[in-house]
């Protein structure tokens, strides 16, 4: 269902010129955000069938009888459907009610998804994956600073700039129904800017209900990834799956018939960044060190949360404190970290560098400062009524929410938070903080556009 949604969003922008409102309708209907069944993709297609022959599109009517097996019928039969590759399956442990058991598991693999764009949709493989002049940006930038991540990397030294397409990988828990989490992993170029949603592909998802940990379900799944991201890295198919198993006209028939294949005319990837928040790093890297510990809480350098000794806590951020001459060295900590009991099969994508592990940007700005600065600000600006106006602060609080719901709704920004800003009693000697339980990261992100149109308009 959400392929064809996909689809007919992207004729919908494509071919909106000589689209049916009704199909037009329901697409925007749908981004609203109003959800989605197998009822509405019927809608969909039903919909479809009304675009003029000259198009050329084979759409088969629904069967309201058998619509969810009619319609991935349909989506088979799409010319568009060759874009994303055959789901790659294998077995994976999982927690089921507090009981081990395998289950079939399916991934989209970054090197074949690579591979079909650059086949079958050029124009979108340079749209998503960066143009050549996009690369050779990134690479330009990249060798300025000749760090040892830039200088020892394998790609580097083996492909021209404009055929290695920088790729980093993130992951993250997202809430799906009531408390229950999903985990999942998105991958996508990184020679690009600002394209958020354009940049990641989905690798794979799992309930994080079912995960065993600490080396068994993730590991494997790790595993396939750095398999994969191995094959993209090399720009050729593999001959053998993630365990080492040959491909043959049993196994895999159509990976055997691709194996040792360039993927994209010469074109391959190369490792760039890994991305998450601390649960996620620690996790996937399985990291002693990290921010939970209770004293050394940086997995690059031996800074202390608690010191008698103020030059080694991770609060002094000048250019000569102690802690900073304990950074290590990538070859030092890989030879740890590869050492430990417990091995990521992450640090083994060519490339994996400590320096390109990092934490996305969700949780270094929305959660981190403007969960600060958006109600400092708010409480600055409504100290007197010179923004908004009113005689008590509170009056000057429902000013201000009047004013953030028409430009929101005047920007057509989605309200995840419709209660009107209160004033809280501001504990003493602490800064005032907005909590992911009255606005999250995403609308925290759109309300900074409104603080800096405020801010404007008050100099």
Not at 45 to 67: C, Y
Not at 129 to 139: R, S
Not at 166 to 176: E, I, K, L, S, T
Request: hydrophobic share 45%.
């Amino acid at each position: 269902m959400a392929l064809v949604k996909m689809f007919l969003l992207l004729l919908f922008l494509l071919r909106a010129a000589i689209t049916p409102p009704s199909l037009g309708k329901l697409l925007l209907k749908d981004i609203q955000g109003t959800g989605g069944s197998c009822k509405k993709a019927i809608e969909f297609a039903k919909a479809s069938l009304q675009i003029p022959d000259d198009m050329t599109l084979s759409v088969a009517k629904m069967d309201p009888h058998n619509g969810e097996r009619t319609l991935h019928t349909w989506v088979q039969h799409q010319m568009w459907r060759q874009l994303l590759p055959a789901l790659y399956t294998f077995k994976l442990d999982i927690s089921v009610r507090d009981e081990i058991s395998e289950s079939d598991h399916s991934a989209i693999l970054p090197h074949e998804v690579f591979h079909s764009l650059y086949t079958f949709a050029p124009e979108i493989f340079r749209k998503i994956m960066g143009t050549p002049e996009d690369l050779l940006e990134f690479w330009d930038a990249a060798s300025e600073v000749g760090d040892d991540w830039y200088r020892r990397h394998p790609v580097v030294g083996r492909v021209e700039p404009m055929l290695r397409v920088p790729f980093g990988f993130h992951g993250d828990d997202a809430g799906v129904q009531g408390q229950e989490k999903v985990l999942v992993i998105t991958w996508g170029s990184v020679a690009l800017k600002q394209c958020t949603f354009d940049s990641r592909i989905v690798f794979t998802m799992l309930k994080v209900a079912n995960i065993l940990e600490p080396a068994t379900t993730m590991h494997t799944v790790y595993r396939v990834l750095q398999w994969s991201f191995k094959a993209l890295s090399d720009g050729k198919f593999p001959d053998a799956d993630h365990n080492g198993k040959p491909f043959s006209k049993a196994h895999h028939p159509h990976r055997f018939l691709m194996a040792g294949k360039d993927l994209a005319g010469g074109m391959c990837g190369a490792f760039a960044e890994m991305r998450g928040d601390w649960k996620y790093l620690k996790e996937a890297l399985h990291l002693e060190q990290n921010y939970c510990s209770r004293d050394l809480i940086c997995h690059r350098c031996n800074v202390l949360k608690f010191s008698a000794d103020l030059g080694m806590r991770y609060t002094n951020f000048h250019q000569g404190a102690p802690h900073r001459r304990t950074i290590f060295k990538n070859s030092t900590w890989m030879a740890m970290m590869l050492a430990a009991a417990l091995v990521s099969p992450l640090l083994l994508i060519p490339g994996f560098h400590v320096t390109r592990i990092c934490f996305d940007v969700l949780h270094c700005l929305e959660l981190g400062i403007y969960q600060v600065a958006v109600p400092s600000f708010m409480k600055e600006m409504s100290e007197s009524n010179r923004i908004w106006p009113g005689t008590t602060v509170a009056e000057r609080f429902r000013h201000a929410f009047r004013s953030y719901t028409v430009w929101r709704k005047t920007n057509m920004v989605k309200a995840y938070q419709s209660k009107p800003f209160r004033v809280q009693a501001w504990r003493k000697g602490k800064y005032p903080q907005i909590t992911q339980l009255t606005m999250k990261g995403a609308a925290l992100r759109s309300m900074v556009y409104w603080v800096s149109k405020v801010a404007g308009s008050a100099v």
